[in-house]
């Protein structure tokens, strides 16, 4: 006998199960919210964690008005400004600082940093960088170990030591590290090594005689560096180089000017007095305008130049275009074109 919409017994049923829901939600929204407050309290803990390792390095960070929420998909920790503060009394200072972890994924971290940033450099000498944004974001492992950093600047200036004129300018910066992978995509190449790539985009500098929107792009496999422990960076370079000799290998240079192409591919270390080696090749498009690009014209020397370039450097083609291979060795600071001796690099100081 079925049982009628006035059926009190029916309507019991359906009271039941209204409530067993009710419950149900309760109980769902409390193992999530304990859940969140579990991870939470970790995630904070591996900050502290961090921070602590860092300061035991020589690095000082310092967080104005530190607060943590997000709750309930996500982990926030904002700062109303950071100061990051170096052993060898170089330092980088910020507005106001957010990082977001999905509470899916906290080993992935985004952080959005307001600017302007100033800092000092590590001879001393007072930077300020006049950008509104620097955008970041962060992967690692179970391990802790990085698996890839990517850091964003929106346009910047750069202005040294209070100048009025900037140093460099550019529509954008970026920075990308990551472990290197072997042609195959899959096996690291090697343990400690890291891949870094810094790339500038429509820059100008009073430093380049008559250039503008300058794209620019540097990568390599720098030897080791994960594992260097140092509590300056002036120290950390100086690890670097006596574990690994300085060794970047491959290294490769990309310069866009126009319709001129610059490339400059090989690889390079420094010895423990700073002196550079190199071993490669720069392709170019136009050499005039290459020296050009440095002050050298053709009143200026730059035609005897441009021919003796030309009698060492074999012809190619670079982007579709006519290029010239030029061989160039660096020896501690001694630079070769073919067997020509063209210049000198002073040491690197650290």
Not at 11 to 34: C, D, E, P, Q
Not at 136 to 165: E, M
Not at 221 to 235: D, F, H, M, N, T
Request: aromatic share 6%.
């Amino acid at each position: 006998m079925q049982t009628s919409a006035a059926d009190p017994q029916g309507s019991t049923k359906f009271g039941r199960k209204i409530r067993l829901l009710a419950l149900l939600m309760v109980v769902l929204a409390l193992a999530v919210t304990g859940a969140w407050f579990t991870a939470a309290h970790f995630y904070r803990g591996a900050l502290d964690s961090a921070r602590e390792a860092l300061t035991a390095q020589g690095v000082e960070v310092v967080c104005e008005n530190e607060s943590f929420g997000g709750f309930p998909a996500r982990f926030e920790a904002r700062c109303a400004s950071l100061r990051l503060s170096f052993a060898d009394g170089s330092f980088i200072s910020g507005g106001e600082l957010q990082t977001v972890a999905p509470a899916w994924n906290p080993l992935f971290t985004i952080t959005e940093w307001t600017g302007p940033f100033a800092g000092r450099t590590l001879d001393g000498t007072p930077v300020e960088v006049q950008s509104d944004l620097l955008r970041s974001s962060v992967r690692v492992n179970t391990q802790a170990r990085l698996q890839r950093l990517s850091v964003v600047l929106d346009p910047f200036a750069v202005r040294l030591d209070g100048a009025s004129t900037p140093i460099l300018t550019a529509e954008q910066g970026e920075l990308h590290m990551r472990p290197p992978v072997a042609e195959d995509g899959e096996a690291p190449q090697g343990q400690d090594d890291l891949e870094i790539a810094f790339v500038t985009l429509g820059a100008t500098s009073p430093l380049l005689a008559e250039v503008d929107d300058v794209n620019f792009s540097t990568s390599g496999v720098v030897e080791g560096l994960a594992s260097v422990q140092a509590r300056s960076l002036r120290e950390a370079f100086a690890v670097w180089i006596s574990q690994t000799t300085g060794r970047i290998d491959p290294v490769n240079t990309r310069l866009q000017v126009g319709e001129h192409a610059i490339h400059l591919d090989g690889a390079t270390s420094v010895n423990p007095e700073g002196l550079l080696s190199f071993d490669g090749a720069l392709v170019t498009t136009d050499v005039a305008t290459m020296l050009n690009m440095v002050g050298i014209d053709q009143d200026g020397g730059g035609a005897f130049i441009i021919a003796g370039i030309s009698l060492i450097g074999q012809t190619t083609t670079l982007n579709g275009a006519p290029a010239l291979s030029i061989p160039i060795q660096v020896n501690e600071g001694v630079v070769m074109a073919g067997p020509l001796e063209v210049g000198l690099i002073p040491p690197i100081r650290f």
